[in-house]
């Protein structure tokens, strides 16, 4: 109800804006938005290790920046490391009295490619040592868009991209957008999430719930990307609904192994009504497009019946 | 100039594609890095015509390693990226040649260090003759000029890797892998390649074969690395080469490789217009680097003006391969800035007439 009264909406975050405006990301970007979200919930005292890719790009042409918060980019496989080595450093620090006890937030973020590909044996050792205040977020647009559109693990099933181009003996990309968020639920941490810049109150109740689990934590954030999607830039919003109302991008959290399904949605949309739109999608016939379905149903039928088993 | 039909006009990074698909390259692994971008793409959709395998790797090194993998296998396989990603792909290129495997790597470099620019530079020219990796060993590098020297010598550089068993390097940068020029493939000629007796496909009927790169004892570990060493006497005796441009008479000689030779090109004839006596000498593989002509050319030439997009990195090579005989003049643009040829001859000029050598 509240998001149709928009006069209150700035009374219910906080007002800092942490990721400032005057960045150079493309029109409509929903991974800018998304950043902006979670900053906002992240509050001050926080480190961002930011791997290579669009946010870091778009964020920091000396001399000028984006970021109001302390920040770090690092190579594009070491998000995970370099976070772990900022949250080892500051506890040190801590233990040893050289600067104040208090709960300062390392963050590691990247895109899927710095998450779910390059990225991935960094991350899984930082999840693996169980880092206490540590916060992982993957900005999730589906391709490697700041090099130009590549394939990436994350790049759903049926994608045309730059590197999995669609043709008469190509559908485009022909494997199943890795599943990062299931990989992160199997090192055992107290808090995974997945999220969508749509949904911004959910984006940042799930930050809080992400910081206060104690860490580490893992947030998969779907970013609607409209250059890379070939979707005009003012539908970014309109696509991230889609992809939840669908059940192509469930949004859910898994605390201390527990699921739970975060968004309302009485009965699924068609994938079709997400997939007709997106220049991405525009060859897929409708045997492409049932096959889509199918798998989309299965997991989603997946994660209710985990839902309802541990929900009663 | 003979109008040549199968001249096509191409972009750099497509270049490299097609002249690797046209040396007989069925493998190519590569991963999303500026500027090479166009060359996986390309090789995405050309690949699978002809029957070959195009893989995007999850990063630079799986990328470099299932290039070993596919080299291992007998294919002939190629992979690509640019500076940052060269330097992940490191440790694989030590291993290739330490077990004295083919592949062909390119490196279109952008400016440095760390993540850099996108711009071109020639900063990666110790990385690429200095072995880079870890141990005692050389990869061949090539510094193309023009698309069609990146066509040629990436079909070249196929055949070379096969005959010395060894890496080898196309170095160029984002100003080659980008612009667009008239190309033709005609020029390739096949050399002959020793049987791949070495490959690991199976051993029904024969028996086994290693391929390793680990000797702990350190005798033979001398042995294999005097092997190598060598071998790498032959690549230098066979394989140098350069481009000299009207060095007759030349009183400066210009030494300037890839992007900077074009510039520099433009440079001398700026010069000679002027009736400066310049000449360029140009060399095409960076390593073996073209140490004997330089060191002959000393004789006649008072000055060598070497000029690089780097800091200063080729000097080092000119500096040892002059042994003292000649002075020289460094001038160096580092961090993806290109100077235009009234730059470079402006500079020459000034030098010509401190020297005087009118």
Known sequence: MIDKYAVFVPNLTNRAENFTSGHRACQGCAEALAVRHVLKALGHDIVISNATGCMEIVSSPLPLTAWNVPWIHVTFENAGAVASGVAAGLKVLMRKGKIPEKRIVSVGMGGDGATTDIGLQALSGALERMHKDFLYVCFDNEAYMNTGIQRSSSTPYGAATTTSPAGKDSIGQHTWKKNMAAIAVAHDIPYVATACSSYPFDLQAKVIKAVESGGPAYLHVLSVCPTGWRIPSHLAIKYGRLAVETGVFPLYEVQDGKYRMTADIPKLRPVRDYLSGQGRFRHLTDTDIDIIQKRVTKEYDKLISLHKSNNG | ?358
């Open chain 2, 1 to 358: 100039m003979t109008k040549n039909k199968n001249k096509k006009l191409m972009r750099g990074n497509a270049v490299v594609g097609e002249a690797a698909i046209k040396a007989g390259c069925t493998c190519y692994f590569g991963y999303p890095i500026t500027p090479q971008n166009q060359l996986p793409e390309y090789m995405s959709r050309r690949l699978v015509e002809v029957g070959g395998v195009f893989i995007q790797s999850e990063s630079e090194i799986s990328a470099i390693n299932m290039a070993l993998g596919a080299s291992v296998a007998g294919a002939r396989v190629m992979t690509s990226s640019s500076s940052p990603g060269i330097s992940l792909k490191q440790e694989g290129i030590s291993f290739l040649a330490g077990c004295e495997l083919p592949c062909v790597i390119v490196n279109m470099a952008r400016g440095g260090p760390g993540l850099g620019n996108i711009s071109p530079a020639q900063s990666d020219y110790f990385q690429a003759t200095r072995g880079g990796g870890h141990g005692d060993y050389r990869s061949l590098v090539y510094a193309p000029a023009s698309c069609q020297e990146l066509a040629d010598l990436t079909m070249e550089a196929f055949d070379v890797a096969d005959v010395y068993r060894n890496p080898v390097m196309i170095l160029a940068d984002g100003m080659i892998g980008q612009m667009m020029e008239p190309v033709t493939y005609d020029n390739y000629k096949p050399r002959e390649i020793p049987p791949k007796d070495y490959i690991l496909d199976g051993a029904k009927d024969r028996p086994s074969r290693i391929i390793k790169s680990l000797i702990l004892n350190p005798h033979e570990m001398e042995e294999f690395n005097w092997k190598l060493a060598r071998k790498y006497r032959i690549i230098e005796k066979n394989e140098t080469k350069y481009e000299e441009f009207m060095m007759d008479d030349a009183k400066v000689a210009v030494i300037a490789y890839g992007t900077a030779a074009r510039i520099a090109k433009g440079a001398v004839k700026r010069a000679r217009n002027d009736g400066m006596r310049v000449g360029l000498i140009r060399p095409i593989t960076l390593w073996p680097f073209p140490s004997e002509i330089i060191y002959r050319r000393a004789a006649s030439v008072g000055l060598f003006f070497v000029f690089e997009m780097s800091a200063g990195q080729m000097v080092e090579d000119v500096r040892l391969a002059l042994k003292g005989e000649s002075e020289i003049y460094f001038y160096g643009r580092p961090g993806g800035i290109v100077p235009t040829p009234v730059e470079v001859q402006r500079l020459i000029t000034r030098q010509y007439y401190q020297k005087g050598l009118i």
